[in-house]
């Protein structure tokens, strides 16, 4: 099984950026996917963004495209999620998650391993 660390969290203003980081250790060869999912609070977790590992194919939700970037250090076995512009709307807790097949319009049932995500605050 892959195991996933989530960080780079933390608090910024309106219009700021972060970069998170997804690592990923354990059996990372059976990990065609990685994802990334947010949670605000009182909301359902819903899509941000995945990759797919080997491909580097990358697709977003249409609220972070533009604005956000996935990306990938394969010697590293870490996705990065570059935020910029952020929005109050934002804020939310980020996980990111690993899945066998690659979707280009992917869901949370397309992911089977999940770390334990990164607070992300955006103030106004």
């Known amino acids: 099984q892959v195991q996933l660390q989530a960080s780079g969290g933390g608090s910024v203003q309106s219009g700021g950026s972060l970069r998170l980081s997804c690592a990923a250790s354990?059996?990372?060869?059976?990990?065609?996917?990685i994802g990334w999912f947010r949670q605000a609070p009182g909301k359902e977790r819903v899509f941000v963004s995945a990759i797919g590992w080997n491909t580097g194919d990358t697709t977003y939700a249409t609220s972070v495209k533009g604005r956000f970037t996935i990306s990938r250090h394969n010697a590293a076995d870490t996705v990065y999620l570059q935020m910029n512009s952020l929005k109050p709307e934002d804020t939310a807790v980020y996980f990111c998650?690993?899945?066998?097949?690659?979707?280009?319009?992917?869901?949370?049932?397309?992911?089977?391993?999940w770390g334990q995500g990164t607070q992300v605050t955006v103030s106004s």
């Open positions: 998650a690993a899945g066998e097949k690659y979707y280009s319009s992917p869901t949370e049932g397309d992911f089977n391993s």
């Open positions: 354990g059996r990372t060869f059976s990990s065609y996917v």
